[in-house]
């Protein structure tokens, strides 16, 4: 690919604001669209969020009222985008529909990044992660079918199994365990740091959407599933945050945000469906190019260093939504016993894991356990969707 | 696709005495039936179609019959949410009545069917989110049990689905016009709540 997001222009700032008729968006149909544009959707929701919640926490950080004013004109436009890509979801989509969509997103936007991560340590963050988004995807299809009467399948089409990962019970460690080693900023892959970013991003969104939409469930067992996933997600944040070198200093984390939003959105462009959305994604990287320049003035201006030294030369290659199912089934198959132990993973369920478990699970089983036996109560069987044959550890098979 | 099927309401070991589950539940179950009726072709897309039309015309009775005339005498302001409901099923049901005598082979069918299926979908969030949220604000568990009675009467009325070897065009004859069945509808939930 030859496409040089620093080498391009896009549209001037003070030209980007638009007016309520442009923000109205048509949002996508629930039941007819692709599920891999509202995996798309999702996503660049949760990057928007992200790009919005950093500059604030940067602005709070800075002195010079000019370079406010000038990260609130730019995050103006941010909001604006954000709200234009998460309106188009519809408003007849329940909650727990968004969850499944939120879950689907989680599982095979996590598994390309493991498959395409050049680091062996990332990488292996990113498999241990994916197979816990694997088995909330399972829990969330149960209750689904409990409440809605619907089947994760009409959502999900065969694009993603549904089926048990890595139990629900056993990620809730110890918070000390959930601390990564960063990458190194000088030394690693650009490629790397986009990565990490966009993980990083898509769990916060998805621990944002649990916290808030959970209590909306009157049904005791979706109250309770909620709570117990959203505290994974809070989790899975500081599992994929502390990834990131904090060395990097304010302005070089605007450039890397900036950079990676240009990255995303170039990814959807190219690979979008529906032409309306593809038309949305392709504005808005006309729009993240000249943010990403403003982004790269302030680093030259208070950095004193040129941002072309931290970024990559080139785009890399698009980011893809595609099946990812070969992939996770090897890893169900290698890693699902996995746990962690400081920075690093082990197999043997340690005393600090074992001191954690007792405490949270108070002698009851957990709701991501109770939902599967509710769920068998009112239908007698699972809900799965095994698309490729039988699940891979014997032990997760159906009973 | 999976083989899995979702009985519907009813069908399925959930203990129904809770109105608002068991209309979610039913909501379901018709999303369901338009993904059936979108997905067959020829006859197996006639009958989905009138085990579709059938569902939603008890569906929509038993709301009539007992979700509003509920929330119009047990909720403040009732009476404005209950006649917004009304207009959408209205409109629902003129373009359901249309349809039922088309031939889900003509080339105006499918259009019609989508614009059902926004309109039912719509609808039914606007129930779940504006109705059934002050049902379960001032119902109790005996209220919500008394009312999910009526329901599980009207869905007796529905036909689920057929049975292999059964031949469904003669049940469908056998249940005969909308109209009719939204009458007998009626009679079985006034019976059961104790209202004829």
């Not at chain 1, 498959?115 to 299809?141: C, I, N, S, T, W």
């Not at chain 1, 698009?318 to 699902?336: G, M, S």
């Not at chain 1, 007698?380 to 891979?392: A, D, F, L, N, S």
Request: proline share 6%; glycine share 4%.
């Amino acid at each position: 690919m030859t496409f040089n997001p620093l080498e391009q222009r896009g549209i001037p700032l003070d030209r980007q604001l638009r007016n309520w008729r442009e923000l109205n968006v048509t949002p996508i149909d629930p039941d007819h669209c692709d599920p891999y544009t509202r995996c798309r959707i999702i996503t660049m929701n949760g990057i928007e969020v992200e790009a919005i919640m950093f500059s604030h926490q940067l602005a709070r950080n800075t002195v010079d009222p000019e370079v406010k004013r000038q990260l609130a004109r730019t995050r103006y436009i941010e909001a604006q985008q954000q709200k234009v890509v998460n309106w188009l979801l519809p408003g007849v989509s329940s909650v727990l529909e968004t969850t499944i969509a939120y879950e689907q997103v989680a599982v095979d936007l996590t598994a390309w990044v493991a498959r395409m991560e050049p680091d062996p340590y990332l990488k292996q963050a990113y498999q241990f992660g994916v197979l816990e988004d694997f088995d909330h995807l399972y829990r969330y299809a149960n209750l689904y079918e409990m409440i809605e009467h619907r089947k994760a399948e009409s959502i999900v089409e065969g694009l993603t199994e549904v089926m048990p990962g890595r139990p629900t019970k056993f990620h809730h460690r110890h918070p000390t365990d959930n601390v990564r080693d960063p990458y190194v900023k000088d030394e690693t892959n650009p490629l790397s740091k986009l990565h990490a970013l966009t993980i990083m991003s898509a769990e916060q969104q998805t621990m944002n959407f649990y916290m808030n939409t959970g209590p909306t469930y009157m049904e005791p067992i979706a109250r309770q599933l909620y709570q117990e996933i959203g505290l994974i997600e809070e989790e899975h944040v500081t599992h994929y945050e502390s990834l990131v070198d904090p060395g990097e200093t304010w302005w070089e984390q605007l450039v890397n945000h900036e950079y990676n939003e240009c990255y995303l959105y170039y990814s959807f462009m190219e690979q979008e469906s529906d032409p309306k959305v593809k038309a949305i994604w392709e504005l808005h990287l006309n729009q993240e190019l000249e943010h990403l320049h403003i982004a790269c003035d302030l680093m030259r201006r208070h950095d004193g260093r040129d941002p072309e030294s931290v970024l990559a030369p080139q785009l890399p290659d698009v980011l893809t939504f595609e099946p990812n199912k070969a992939y996770l089934r090897e890893l169900l198959d290698t890693q699902i016993d996995l746990t962690t132990l400081g920075a690093g993973y082990v197999r043997e369920a340690h005393e600090r894991f074992e001191k954690m478990q007792e405490q949270i699970h108070g002698g009851e089983a957990p709701p991501s356990e109770r939902v599967m036996t509710q769920h068998d109560e009112m239908f007698g069987r699972e809900y799965r969707v095994e698309t490729e044959g039988e699940h891979p550890d014997p032990a997760l098979r159906e009973k | 696709m999976s083989e899995l099927h979702t009985p519907q309401a009813g069908d399925d070991a959930a203990p129904d005495n809770d109105v608002v589950s068991l209309l979610m539940r039913q909501h379901g179950d018709i999303r369901n039936l338009f993904d059936e009726v979108e997905a067959s072709t020829g006859e197996a897309r006639q009958e989905a179609f009138h085990r579709l039309v059938r569902l939603l015309a008890v569906h929509e009775t038993a709301e009539e019959e007992v979700v509003h005339p509920f929330v119009r005498r047990s909720v403040a302001g009732g009476d404005e949410v209950v006649e917004a409901r009304l207009a959408e099923e209205r409109a629902a049901k003129e373009t359901l009545s249309d349809l039922d005598d088309m031939d889900t082979g003509d080339p105006k069918f499918m259009p019609r069917l989508l614009a059902l299926r926004t309109a039912v979908q719509e609808h039914a969030r606007a129930e779940e989110r504006y109705e059934f949220v002050h049902i379960r604000r001032s119902a109790d568990a005996a209220a919500l049990a008394s009312l999910a009675k009526g329901v599980k009467a009207a869905e007796a009325m529905a036909p689920t689905r057929p049975h292999p070897g059964v031949e469904s065009a003669t049940a469908n004859v056998a249940l005969g016009p909308v109209a009719a069945l939204m009458d007998r509808t009626r009679d079985a939930v006034r019976t059961a709540m104790g209202r004829d």
